[in-house]
T-cell receptor
Framework: KQEVTQIPAALSVPEGENLVLNCSFT??????LQWFRQDPGKGLTSLLL?????REQTSGRLNASLDKSSGRSTLYIAASQPGDSATYLC???????????FGSGTKLNVKP | EPEVTQTPSHQVTQMGQEVILRCVPI?????FYWYRQILGQKVEFLVS????????KSEIFDDQFSVERPDGSNFTLKIRSTKLEDSAMYFC????????????FGQGTRLTVV
């Protein structure tokens, strides 16, 4: 069964810092990986989708990379802002199924 | 921007009662899903639905659960006889294609069973 781990569980940084969130998965036979943002008590907002054949995807200040063979993805946030404070979830979709396995998330706090 | 809409945002029910959680997926999407998140735990898959039938379901999705697309826009999750452990945030999601495209999630329904 696919296991998805996110490190660190929580991160507090001053505004303006560049930061990296990590996601690892145990089964490298994935179809794609999606990063989400979750605000407290709210739904999941899709940030980036990266297909298994891709190495990275970019959207604004966000850049996601994927190293499928080593079972890792990173989400890079440039010039962090207080509005980036949220929990970031990584979700992996397997080769044979149309469902996501989620990590526990990284709770990010960006201090003004 | 199109979005997945869920109602109600919060539902409190007594143990043993039936609840129906409702979702309106994005209009041109063909694949629909329910996930749940128990407080403090990971988001976990419940069921996927395509062409008016269940395509995959998890071990959690037992006979107490059912899904339906009663008309062209709504997608519902029914829990027949709620238990305390059904208390969770339930998320509906939809995607345009089978696996390749982004999945879009609703804002969730918080179900509290008392």
């Amino acid at each position: 069964k696919q296991e998805v781990t996110q490190i660190p569980a929580a991160l507090s940084v001053p505004e303006g810092e560049n930061l990296v969130l990590n996601c690892s998965f145990t089964d490298s036979a994935i179809y794609n990986l999606q990063w989400f943002r979750q605000d407290p008590g709210k739904g999941l907002t899709s940030l980036l989708l990266i297909q298994s054949s891709q190495r990275e995807q970019t959207s604004g200040r966000l850049n996601a990379s994927l190293d499928k063979s080593s079972g890792r993805s990173t989400l890079y946030i440039a010039a962090s802002q207080p509005g980036d404070s949220a929990t970031y979830l990584c979700a992996v979709k397997g080769d044979n199924f149309n469902k996501f396995y989620f990590g526990s998330g990284t709770k990010l706090n960006v201090k003004p | 921007e199109p979005e997945v809409t869920q109602t109600p945002s919060h539902q409190v029910t007594q143990m043993g009662q039936e609840v129906i959680l409702r979702c309106v997926p994005i209009s041109n999407h063909l694949y629909f899903y329910w996930y749940r998140q128990i407080l403090g735990q990971k988001v976990e898959f419940l069921v996927s639905f395509y062409n008016n039938e269940i395509s995959e379901k998890s071990e959690i999705f037992d006979d107490q659960f059912s899904v339906e697309r009663p008309d062209g826009s709504n997608f519902t999750l029914k829990i027949r006889s709620t238990k305390l452990e059904d208390s969770a945030m339930y998320f509906c999601a939809s995607s345009e294609q089978y696996r390749a495209t982004e999945a879009f999630f609703g804002q969730g329904t918080r179900l509290t069973v008392v």
